[in-house]
């Protein structure tokens, strides 16, 4: 069956030559399911990414001794729509199991390790493949809050304040080294020239103990990597309704990246960031900075924009499992 017409349907692929989508064609095939029918089961290895060619499927949890219901279902997925996204997301395990919902289903089923390595392989369409995919995922998360009854803080942007360490515009170049870069999985294994690029859109920012480093909502225009110390990710919603799901927290550890809402519309900080050690130092880089360096080199764009494609399929994990963990609890307290 030829599926190159319907590829060009699909938003991750939408940018993609026509060269580029038949070589993933050949990672292709479909399967049909009925009524109730499971296309993959929470934690199975995922080997696959799924795209809905026809009908709608569901994603729920399964509870321990109950039969699948929709009841449990955290977010459906209609025509032309992607599902197990997370085969492209260490650790490649699905998250939650996918049913048929409609009368029939058919779906089309895109080979994990062969697209990998072919992405990899030619980086711009690696580049744009997980731009896309990091919109998709970074507005499906957006959704899943909407849906759990969080209402987004509304703030101001933030100005940018100087750093506190005194640190010059002119003395940064030389005291972000090569090094620094080097041990975020966003740059490992770049070229000198590579990360002299990067270097040059970045300045170094330090914070004390419980500063605020962004607000959510505000205009996400920088992604940050942390040198030294902690920072603490979090929800601010001033709102609940419906599910009842505790605030996001997350803590981020030397060299590790956040920030990713800079590259998904609507480009607001989806948490708030705090210094959560007693000093912390950051390294900022700016996002049309970044942009340009990605277009000029498309390795470097894909490297970069599939490490934070990891980041948001953590933070989304992490709150999806909150939330099917609650929903659960909920249903079960009904028995």
């Given amino acids: ?42 934690g199975d290895a995922a080997a696959h990414l799924w795209v809905v060619m026809e009908g709608v499927v569901d994603l729920r949890f399964d509870l321990p001794g109950r039969e699948t219901s929709p009841e449990s279902t955290i977010s459906s997925v209609s025509e032309n729509n992607i599902l197990g996204w997370s085969s492209l997301v260490h650790p490649y395990c699905y998250k939650l199991s996918a049913y048929c919902d409609s009368l029939r289903c058919r779906v089309l089923l895109i080979d994990r390790q062969n697209l990998l390595d072919y992405l990899k392989e030619n980086p711009k369409s690696g580049y744009l493949v997980f731009s896309a995919m990091l919109r998709l995922v970074g507005n499906r998360f957006e959704r899943l809050q909407a849906s759990a009854g969080e209402t987004p803080a509304v703030s101001e942007p933030l100005k ?20 620094s870069l080097e041990q975020t999985d966003m740059f490992k294994g770049l070229t000198s020239n590579q990360l002299s690029a990067i270097r040059h859109s970045a300045d170094v920012i330090d914070f004390k103990k419980d500063d605020r480093i962004f607000v959510q909502g505000a205009n996400a225009s920088h992604v940050w990597i942390l040198r030294e110390g902690e920072v603490r990710l979090q929800t601010e919603s001033g709102e609940k309704k419906g599910v009842d799901v505790r605030p996001l927290v997350s803590f981020m550890s030397r060299a590790h990246a956040f920030g990713w809402t800079c590259f998904v519309p609507p480009y607001k900080y989806r ?59 909920e249903m079960m307290s009904q028995w």
């Fill in 1 to 42: 069956m030829a599926y190159l017409e319907f590829l060009k349907q699909v938003e991750a692929f939408h940018l993609l030559e026509d060269e580029t989508l038949s070589v993933i064609e050949t990672f292709c095939s479909h399967r049909q399911f009925q009524k109730g029918g499971r296309l993959f089961k929470e």
């Fill in 160 to 179: 940018d304040r100087p750093p506190a360490s005194g640190i010059t515009d002119e003395s940064v170049e030389s005291i972000i080294s090569f090094a």
């Fill in 271 to 329: 948490l708030s960031g705090f210094s959560e050690s007693r000093w912390c130092s950051l390294i900022r880089l700016n996002r049309v900075d970044l942009r340009r360096i990605f277009e000029d080199d498309f390795a470097i764009g894909f490297q970069v924009i599939s490490s934070l494609m990891t980041a948001v399929g953590s933070q989304f994990m992490q709150y999806q499992d909150e939330m099917a963990k609650n929903r659960g609890i």
